[in-house]
């Protein structure tokens, strides 16, 4: 089994040099932590460029939770790069900046090694480094100290990457300056049968309050590898809401340590796999210093031949006493070929913390369906209303009235066409 | 009739455990069902309501209308409703978006018009007062988090609201408190009227104490064996089963 380095929480890795990144190889089925989700013909594939800026026509789907420009900043990022025509883009101003990231090389706004990948070095995966090798391109959001956004900022990032086995790596890297505060949502469409690859780094300066949506709309053949990398310092407060409702094979992972005392940290994330389409959420909560605390809620409504994977590991170093952490996942089935491989994991090396986590995976109960007909609604209605009554709570706390209403209803279609698959497979529950 | 059920046989993996039933009940009329455990009054009340899982032979028919084949929700839009003996809970699903969508397709179902958000808030009202069900409860998602009491107020608040024309109260009393069982019964009574008939299942005589019926009948291993009116429930209070046993031994 290869180890990668965030099996080894309390041993502080330094910053490698890049060509010692060469010798690593992809991870497949042998370590733990891909043993449901491999990419094994990755080095195969071909790299898609970046987009030109300002070649791009315009946004292909028009029915997104796109809000107007009296409501948010909306920058629009087709493969890779922003398109300063279709963007309205935050102005000097509001102390909030938003530019492409040409690669690793930055002008003079980034301090020190951050973004350098210097994170990514230190705790990103087999993809993520080879991500940074390719000097991958991608967004520079920087919010100065003190400010607190006027506006909320989303991303809507397309990828139209149509052939299979062609890879388009993004770096995305977000800095908030001590005491920011910023609302910051992507809504990502995926198009053909390519993959998105990206990598985020975020830094959260003392005191700062990032809240993150994003929702993944990937295609059904479309191939997704994500990692996002947090580094919280003192009294930091991270909150990332996922709602990934397809993809043909995506992996995300969320890597979040807590530098500083005080930091909260919520991660939630709702899961919607159909027929043929496989998604894989991890999480990996580093408690480092004392008095923080984190809760993670994840939910996986599991169409016909659809799977999901949720692995959530949360360490707690020896010096994290006080520590409030909180794990939950629970996976619905809504057919006997829909599969769940959970694996919630706590290791804890302090004494004085409360720790809880827990698991669940199963179908609808048919007492409660049965109790429901006997009132007048009909097997499907009750199935529906229990399946909405699973994802809706979830979903009351994504923070932006506007994707949450259309998350909503695009999740209600959702259950519908999950529903109506089901129904036509053999051995269908209804 | 109402209500007319003839040799009603059931059975779970070739175990028997309703044994001929014949059993009518005109409208407006309360009949009480008493029993030992194990007797078959729950599983009688079920397969009324719908419930599958039983081989079954025999026939119930509802307004004169066979209703053998249809599904729960069938019967309960035509007006047959169950209060469960153990109400269930629904995580998540509120109160009263569930009953709106049940009163709503029992509406649908005669034929009249969906009702708009504020007949349906204040026929709620009207209806939970009847059983002094708070409206914090109405909130709160279907039974859960509620109390033993406050489940079987719920089911008796669903009764009132989806007003059916037979409602089956599978022991409602068990499990209530002095002061519960009085609500729940004062609740029941005041929904009796001329087109509605009750089955009421239960252990005690208590309950009939509040709940006056027409006729009891006392069912024992999968048969009724004794029909009377609401004195015969007084007398099994006082000799207990074994005395119709007896009879039965004899007379066999």
Known sequence: MTTSPELMPNRPHAVQPVDKLRKLVPPNFRDEDWKYTQFPHFQQYKIQP??????????PSSNLPIPSINEAWVVVVKNGMIQPHLSHLPEPSSGISVCSLPGTHFGPSVESEFGRGAIALKHGHYFSQWALEQNAVGVLIEVKKNVVAQKHLMIHTINDIPESKSVLPCHHVIKLGPNASLTFSEVMEGIGAGMSLSLHEIHLGVGSSLKHNQLQLWGNTHECIQQVLVNQEKESQYAHFAYCAGGGKVRNQLTVSQEGPLAHTELTGLVLPGAGEHIDNQTLMRHCTPNCSSRQRYRALVGHNGTSVFNGKVFVDPEAQKTDAYQHHASLLMHESAVSNAKPELEIYADDVKCSHGATTGMLDAGEIHYMRTRGLSEIQARMMLQDAFVRDLLDSLPVEILRSWCLNHCVDRLHALNQSTVNQPNNPL | MLLEIENLKASVEGKEILKGINLSIPAGEVHAIMGPNGSGKSTLSSIIAGKDGYEISGSIRFDGVEIMDWEPEIRSR?????????PVELPGVGLSSFLRACVNESRKHR??????????????REKAALVELSQELIRRPVNQGFSGGEKKRNEIFQMAMLDPKMAILDETDSGLDIDALRIVAEGVNKLRHAQRSMLVITHYQRLLEYIIPDRVHVLIDGAIVMSGDRNLALTLEEKGYDWIRAGQEVSS
């Open chain 1, 50 to 59: 970046p987009s030109v800026p300002g070649l791009s026509k315009g946004i």
């Open chain 2, 78 to 86: 035509a007006g047959i409703f169950l209060a469960f003996q153990y």
């Open chain 2, 111 to 124: 034929g009249e018009p969906e009702l708009d958000a504020s007949a349906f808030l204040a026929l709620m």
